[in-house]
C-alpha cells in the first residue's frame, strides 16, 4: 500500500479519534473549525484509502478472567508453510496477534490464557500440534505497562 498524504486537519481528525472512536462528528468538526459534513468528508477520505481500518471496541481480557498474557515465538520447519501456519493458528482462540518476524522465530504471536494452565494445554495441544510448528518459546507478560497507537499529531506533513 502506498503512503497516503495527509495534512493537519486529518491528523487532527485521527488523533480525536483514536482517544476515543465514538467521538460524534459535530464534536470533532466543533474542535476542528470545520463543518461537520467536512468531517465525515474527511474520513470517509482517510477511510477509502486505507488509513482507519475501521473501529472497535475494546475490552479488558482481565476482566473476562483472562490473567495471563504471553507472546510465543514459534518457529517453523518448512518456510513454505508459514500461511497454512498462520490459517491454523487462526482457528485456535487464545490467539490474538500474529506476526511475522525476523530472527530466530518466524512468527510472533499473543495469546491469552486464565491460568498455567490454560496456556499449557493451549501451547502442548493446540500450538504443537500444528504440523510445521518445529519450536517455540514462551514469554510470559508480568504487566503491560502501556500500549498505544501511533501518534498522528506528531507525523509531519508531506
Same mark, same amino acid.
Given at each position: 500500500?502506498?503512503?497516503?498524504?495527509?495534512?493537519?486537519?486529518?491528523?487532527?481528525?485521527?488523533?480525536?479519534?483514536?482517544?476515543?472512536?465514538?467521538?460524534?462528528?459535530?464534536?470533532?468538526?466543533?474542535?476542528?473549525?470545520?463543518?461537520?459534513?467536512?468531517?465525515?468528508?474527511?474520513?470517509?477520505?482517510?477511510?477509502?484509502?486505507?488509513?482507519?481500518?475501521?473501529?472497535?471496541?475494546?475490552?479488558?481480557?482481565?476482566? +473476562?478472567?483472562?490473567?495471563?498474557? =504471553?507472546?510465543?515465538?514459534?518457529? #517453523? @520447519?518448512?518456510?513454505?508453510?508459514?500461511?497454512?501456519? *498462520?490459517?491454523?493458528?487462526?482457528?485456535?482462540?487464545?490467539?490474538?496477534?500474529?506476526?511475522?518476524?525476523?530472527?530466530?522465530?518466524?512468527?510472533?504471536?499473543?495469546?491469552?490464557?486464565?491460568?498455567?494452565?490454560?496456556?499449557?494445554?493451549?501451547?502442548?495441544?493446540?500450538? +504443537?500440534?500444528?504440523?510445521?510448528? =518445529?519450536?517455540?518459546?514462551?514469554? #510470559? @507478560?508480568?504487566?503491560?505497562?502501556?500500549?498505544?497507537? *501511533?501518534?498522528?499529531?506528531?507525523?509531519?506533513?508531506?
Amino acid at each position: 500500500m502506498s503512503k497516503v498524504t495527509i495534512d493537519a486537519i486529518d491528523r487532527k481528525i485521527l488523533g480525536y479519534l483514536i482517544k476515543n472512536a465514538r467521538m460524534p462528528f459535530l464534536e470533532i468538526a466543533r474542535e476542528c473549525g470545520i463543518s461537520g459534513a467536512a468531517i465525515h468528508q474527511r474520513v470517509k477520505k482517510l477511510d477509502d484509502a486505507g488509513v482507519i481500518l475501521g473501529s472497535r471496541l475494546e475490552v479488558d481480557p482481565k476482566s +473476562l478472567g483472562f490473567d495471563m498474557c =504471553a507472546f510465543i515465538g514459534v518457529k #517453523i @520447519s518448512d518456510a513454505s508453510m508459514n500461511y497454512e501456519t *498462520v490459517k491454523r493458528l487462526q482457528e485456535v482462540p487464545e490467539v490474538v496477534e500474529c506476526h511475522f518476524t525476523t530472527g530466530k522465530y518466524n512468527i510472533l504471536i499473543k495469546i491469552y490464557c486464565v491460568d498455567n494452565t490454560h496456556l499449557m494445554n493451549t501451547l502442548f495441544n493446540r500450538i +504443537l500440534n500444528i504440523p510445521s510448528v =518445529a519450536d517455540t518459546e514462551t514469554f #510470559i @507478560s508480568l504487566s503491560e505497562v502501556f500500549s498505544r497507537q *501511533v501518534e498522528v499529531e506528531r507525523l509531519r506533513e508531506e
